[in-house]
């Protein structure tokens, strides 16, 4: 026992000659600090002055050095944002010696007048002399703007500016830009910085502004007149740190694809706003983000973040949660449960509920109402089961991941608006309303995450639009696919709703957007707008939310197109014919671009020789010959090149002039290759079949029909 007791105090003993040691070793280290500020401030010399000196004229103090913010990546490490160095041009008329700074000041004058060109030589000349001799003022840009790196290296070389470091007086004071490549593609995503603190404000760059923006250095500056603040010596006392960069899952490809298809059918459609998200099913890795707002000039800008912030009744894509809530509850075969639903209208508590279809539907099976997209079936298939137990359905909407955000890795999401029975709003209407998509809020990013969680067979996966977080090539943070760990729902429930989703596609509402290439499964929504308080009849929010291909999901994708205009008729301006074609045409680029999910073609060749035709990018084809070996490529061949083959030893290849015609020759082409060329030139592509180009709809050469519509037949 004693032995224990001396042991603890010979522990304690240690610890206490620890602290001293350490408490001593500090307080050295201070001293030593404290010293050296005042070897700095007292002894050490600037032009012949000590650092208190200045400090005593009032023009010398510490100021924040900028750090460089990091730069923002696509999916596939192209430059998303980033910032690039500007100068302004700056000359201290009164540090050179007298005899070089007039030996001087005329070369310096007409290379001013070169290059800047913002006054005469004798403005120029005049005033570099009137501030060497004025006793209040010094300091003068010889620019009012900034100008880039490559023109400074040039002025590096001028007099005044080539012995900067021998006391020539010349002078650069560095600011940041934010740079963005791509821009206007995806701005609203990417977001933007402000132009006066150089801090995020939207979208990615707000999300990530501490990591992005870095450390500020430390360094003396000189105050000179106008506020300007001249850097003082070569060495910064304090280094600013470069932000981290942020690779985000964005893929411009898919983007580009995603905005001129919603901005050709905003245009055609005379719509107020648009988005269009496209989503990775298994990761939850957004690839594209579109956001486009009509303006006032009736161009299309991104101006506001629909997929984040846009919260409305989302109307029948709505009707997924619904119809599975119901067959989770009764198990029902929905092919065998039927409703009759009149001639399209019935009364229910004085309240009037309407089909789309003039005349109505008749009697529909479960499935068909939801592939017909009946509100009257929904409405009675709810009056059935679910008005006696209000709280069961509810509880089958949280189930399902829709009362809560998202959680995605940027700011700005709205939180979802579902309504439950303690509610102020609650009444006797809100379950019926509430089964189609009314009397709530969603933003178009919850819904398709609902949509995703069915497309990944019933696993709620979140939305993410950051993978990586890097300091130069270093992984500093790695975001991961959050995936949870139960299905929403049974797989009966699953294997039911799928087949009902490819339905609606298949011989359903959006029956237009059947394709022979791969399936399409999906939803329409068409919800009358709320104005003053009213749902009104011809202002319509429309939307169409799915995945594909649907026997093997690899994409999902939800299309808005909010308030379309000049149709003739009603019916024109729903879902059906507004927002599925938008999604078919993002679902039909991404299917030629992505081979990894088209079908495998049966090898039809024989064993004889036979002649082989191709084109694409010569960068491309030089990697394929030299994989097959076969002959090499001519050194001059232009971006594009045509091949044919017979033999490895019989290949031919020819340029191919792509931009000097107004309809190129696409033969041989793969549909990627085509599409690129093809919208660069105003053009609205169609195809048919699959493979490489085979036939065009319009001839290579001039375009004397004037036609901007192109059909093109792959084999």
């Not at 993978?467 to 139960?486: F, G, T, W």
């Not at 799915?546 to 729903?574: H, Q």
């Not at 105003?682 to 004037?706: A, C, D, H, I, M």
Request: net charge positive; proline share 4%.
């Amino acid at each position: 026992m004693k032995s224990d007791t001396d042991s603890g105090q010979n522990n304690k003993k240690a610890l206490i000659y620890r602290a001293r040691i350490v408490a001593l070793f500090l307080f050295v280290f201070a001293i030593m600090v404290f010293g050296k500020l005042i070897q700095v401030q007292y002894y050490a010399k600037f032009k012949g002055k000590t650092w208190a000196e200045y400090a005593e004229k009032n023009d010398l103090k510490l100021d924040t050095i900028p750090a460089m913010r990091g730069s923002i990546f696509s999916s596939d490490g192209s430059l998303l944002a980033t910032s690039l160095p500007y100068y302004y041009v700056g000359f201290d008329t009164k540090v050179a010696d007298s005899t070089y700074f007039y030996d001087n000041v005329d070369q310096l004058a007409r290379l001013l007048v070169k290059n800047f060109g913002e006054n005469t030589f004798d403005g120029y000349k005049d005033k570099l002399i009137r501030y060497r001799k004025s006793k209040s003022k010094r300091y003068l840009r010889l620019k009012n703007k900034e100008i880039g790196y490559l023109e400074r290296e040039k002025v590096k070389e001028w007099p005044f500016f080539a012995r900067a470091k021998k006391g020539g007086g010349g002078k650069f004071e560095m600011i940041y830009k934010r740079y963005k490549p791509f821009s206007p593609m995806a701005d609203r995503t990417i977001g933007g910085t402000d132009p006066k603190s150089g801090r995020g404000y939207i979208g990615i760059e707000a999300s990530f502004d501490k990591k992005l923006e870095g450390k500020d250095g430390i360094n003396w500056v000189e105050l000179v007149e106008g506020g300007i603040k001249i850097p003082v010596g070569d060495n910064l006392n304090i280094q600013p740190e470069t932000g981290k960069d942020i690779y985000t899952t964005l893929d411009m490809t898919f983007q580009d694809m995603a905005e001129i298809a919603l901005r050709r059918k905003l245009t055609e459609a005379q719509a107020d706003f648009g988005c269009v998200i496209v989503m990775e099913v298994a990761t939850g890795e957004i690839r594209a983000m579109a956001n486009l707002t009509k303006r006032p000039d009736d161009k299309y800008e991104e101006v506001f973040n629909y997929a984040l912030a846009g919260s409305t009744d989302p109307g029948s894509t709505f009707k997924l949660p619904t119809m599975m809530a119901l067959l989770e509850e009764t198990k029902m075969d929905p092919n065998k449960v039927t409703v009759n639903t009149g001639t399209g209208s019935i009364r229910f508590r004085g309240l009037s509920i309407n089909d789309s279809k003039r005349g109505g539907h008749g009697i529909l099976t479960a499935a068909q109402v939801f592939e017909k997209s009946s509100n009257i079936g929904v409405h009675l298939l709810m009056q059935r089961y679910f008005f006696s137990k209000p709280d069961k359905y509810l509880g089958y909407l949280k189930q399902f991941h829709l009362t809560e955000p998202t959680g995605i890795h940027m700011k700005g999401e709205n939180p979802p608006y579902i309504k439950n029975r303690s509610s102020k709003q609650w009444n006797n209407y809100s379950l019926t309303f509430m089964s189609y998509g009314y009397e709530m809020r969603m933003t178009p990013l919850q819904t398709l995450a609902m949509y995703n969680a069915v497309a990944n067979d019933g696993y709620w996966v979140r939305p993410m639009v950051v993978r990586e977080i890097r300091s130069a090539e270093k992984v500093e943070d790695k975001i991961l696919p959050y995936v949870s760990e139960k299905p929403i729902c049974s797989p009966e429930t699953l294997r039911k709703i799928k087949i009902m989703l490819e339905g609606v596609v298949e011989h359903g509402s959006a029956k237009n957007i059947k394709t022979d290439l791969y399936r399409i499964a999906g939803k329409t929504g068409t919800a009358q707008k709320l104005i003053n308080g009213v749902h009104t009849a011809g202002k319509y929010y429309t939307s169409f939310a799915g995945y594909f291909p649907a026997n093997k999901p690899k994409y999902s994708c939800i299309v808005i197109i909010d308030t379309p205009r000049g149709a003739k008729e009603n019916y024109l301006l729903y879902a059906g014919s507004v927002a599925a074609p938008v999604f078919k045409e993002v679902a039909d680029r991404i299917y030629a671009h992505d081979v990894s999910i088209q079908k495998t073609q049966k090898d039809t060749t024989s064993g004889e020789d036979k002649l082989v035709k191709w084109a694409g990018r010569t960068s491309d084809l030089k990697v394929i010959g030299e994989e097959l070996k076969l002959a090499p490529l001519p050194e001059n061949a232009q971006e594009y090149t045509a091949g044919s083959v017979i033999a490895r030893n019989k290949t031919k290849w020819k340029s191919r002039t792509i931009e000097s015609k107004d309809i190129p020759d696409l033969q041989g082409m793969p549909m990627r290759d085509a599409l690129y060329i093809l919208e660069n030139k105003g053009f609205r592509v169609t195809f048919k079949g699959s493979g490489k180009v085979v036939g065009q709809s319009l001839p290579p050469g001039s375009n004397k029909s004037g036609l901007k519509t192109i059909l093109l037949t792959l084999q």
